[in-house]
């Protein structure tokens, strides 16, 4: 017979809560999390999905694009008539690379609009060539100007297709990598416009749509601000001027909050309701790491042995008290013991939610992960698998983490994160910030209402941002600011 410590021990080893990022889950099809917000995504209308980094819009995105069949089967039939086409923007370096649209902005007949045009007809067409789509029109001379059957990159796009999209190009043009090229003088006569007309009549003739599914966008530019604005900006007014015209045509862009709080451009509005923001209940951060540890065979027959036959079941179809209850085997139930005390989920979420009161899976995906490598050490618990005393650790390099993360994505906000570093209290008074933020480089009082309301690094504790005397820092950053507080972290 099996020891069953020894059995517990390889339990522990085998768990694993997969990575926090969706670009490297290779086996995300099998840890996906359907919520209500895939199921507002699949509606036609929805064109916007708003949600910080870490929110899960690149999980749905690799869901879509990479393991289509997965999706089909999730959506229960909301997506048989629709081609889905896999958009990046221009952060592809197999297809455009921004240093080189730089560049193209010097040619006088630049225009945004244009460039993300002739981007969608070359998607889409590139896209229904693949599924075996004839077309003999201006899709087909466009699609044989790029030589379809090579790859799709910016030299030879530019030189078939910028003089019919563009304007005329000229003689030479300088690339940052190539150096100066030749860029040829032959026009043909077909336009990014014609191209999609001709390709939304094919997909009506067929009783089809085409969704464009964007991610990635907010990498566009990068120290760029205020181009990356404007190339956003442009294409969301695109999208729109798109479907107005092409009812067949449809566009998903999945886009950070903070960037879209940023952006203006005529008929914002319009996205009003069309749009989604990410949101995760605590029933469904619970579900989702419980998904990505039954992912593993033996873990899941250990539970099912351990629990009851329940566990055989999707996560998606358990009720809130099965899905505590793998929870609560896998994690102790209290960090600190008291009838008081909080449960360990609401522990957990109380230190991974942002100023804005947004927590997202990111974190507890890293708290699940780095408790567990800090169980590991001494093996498992005698009940739950990973003790209080784990979780509670594993704490201190959340914090620090998600402090990096952010310098990297707000740079200029590296000065103000450093005034922070040896305080002894985590609510600070308007006048204090603003004494601490003079002179970094951004007014201080944007700096306050950006790091309130974009970043989350500061909480109005009474009011709004406009109106709120002081400040808190949510207890997600203290540790990673260099905040020292005695006590529990």
Same mark, same amino acid.
């Given at each position: ?6 059995? &517990? ?31 507002? +995504?699949? &509606? ?60 193209? *902005? ?15 007809? /070359? ?7 693949? *599924? ?15 030589? %379809? ?64 599914? +964007? ?9 760029? !601000? ?13 999208? =729109? ?20 709080? *940023? ?7 319009? @996205? ?66 008291? !009838? ?18 947004? /927590? @997202? ?10 408790? =567990? *490598? ?33 310098? %990297?994505?707000?740079?200029? @906000? ?32 944007? %700096? ?11 909480? !109005? ?15 997600? @950053? ?10 529990? !972290?």
């Amino acid at each position: 017979m099996s020891n069953p410590a020894n059995i &517990k021990l390889n339990v522990l080893n085998d768990l694993s809560f997969g990575f926090v990022d969706a670009e490297s889950e290779e086996d995300l099809n099998i840890k996906f999390l359907k919520t209500t917000d895939f199921e507002e +995504f699949l &509606k036609p209308e929805i064109s916007l999905v708003l949600g910080s980094k870490g929110a899960g819009k690149s999980a749905l995105f690799k869901l879509l694009t990479k393991f289509d069949f997965i999706a089909r089967k999730l959506a229960n039939g909301a997506l048989n008539e629709v081609t889905i086409v896999e958009a990046t923007g221009f952060n592809d370096v197999s297809e455009i690379d921004t240093e080189s649209i730089l560049e193209l *902005q010097k040619n006088p007949d630049f225009d945004y609009a244009k460039l993300w045009r002739l981007y969608f007809a /070359v998607k889409l067409a590139k896209k229904l060539a693949a *599924q075996g789509v004839k077309t003999k029109g201006a899709a087909a001379i466009l699609l044989k100007d790029l030589k %379809a059957e090579k790859d799709f990159r910016l030299l030879p796009l530019l030189t078939s297709v910028w003089e019919k999209i563009i304007g005329r190009a000229p003689k030479k043009v300088t690339f940052p990598i190539f150096g100066e090229l030749q860029i040829g003088s032959k026009t043909v006569d077909v336009s990014a416009a014609e191209v999609l007309t001709e390709l939304n009549s094919e997909l009506a003739s067929r009783n089809q749509k085409a969704w464009l599914v +964007f991610d990635r966008i907010d990498e566009l530019f990068a120290g760029r !601000p205020e181009e990356r604005k404007r190339a956003i900006s442009s294409l969301l007014v695109e999208c =729109k001027n798109c479907q107005d015209k092409y009812s067949h045509i449809r566009f998903k862009v999945l886009l950070r909050t903070d960037i879209w709080a *940023q952006l203006e451009f005529i008929n914002k509005t319009h @996205y009003s309701d069309k749009t989604i923001k990410i949101a995760w209940s605590e029933n469904d951060l619970a579900a989702m790491l419980v998904k990505r540890v039954l992912a593993n065979a033996n873990v899941r027959g250990y539970f099912a042995d351990l629990l009851g036959s329940f566990v055989r079941k999707d996560v998606e179809g358990m009720s809130e008290a099965e899905v505590d209850e793998i929870f609560y085997s896998i994690f102790e139930g209290q960090i600190y013991k008291g !009838p008081k005390e909080a449960k360990t989920l609401s522990w957990m979420i109380e230190r991974s939610t942002d100023g804005t009161g947004c /927590v @997202y899976p990111r974190e507890l995906i890293m708290y699940a992960q780095i408790s =567990k *490598q800090k169980q590991s050490s001494s093996g498992p618990g005698g009940g739950a698998l990973i003790e209080g005393a784990s979780i509670r650790d594993a704490y201190y390099e959340v914090s620090e983490a998600r402090c990096n993360n952010y310098l %990297a994505e707000f740079p200029w @906000y590296s000065q103000h994160f450093k005034k922070f570093s040896g305080a002894t209290k985590t609510e600070f008074s308007r006048d204090e910030l603003l004494a601490m933020f003079d002179g970094l480089g951004l007014e201080a009082e944007e %700096a306050i209402k950006d790091l309130a309301t974009n970043v989350g690094v500061l909480k !109005p504790v009474r009011g709004s941002v406009h109106t709120a005397e002081t400040f808190q820092i949510p207890k997600l @950053y203290v540790y990673g600011l260099g905040i020292t507080i005695r006590g529990r !972290p």
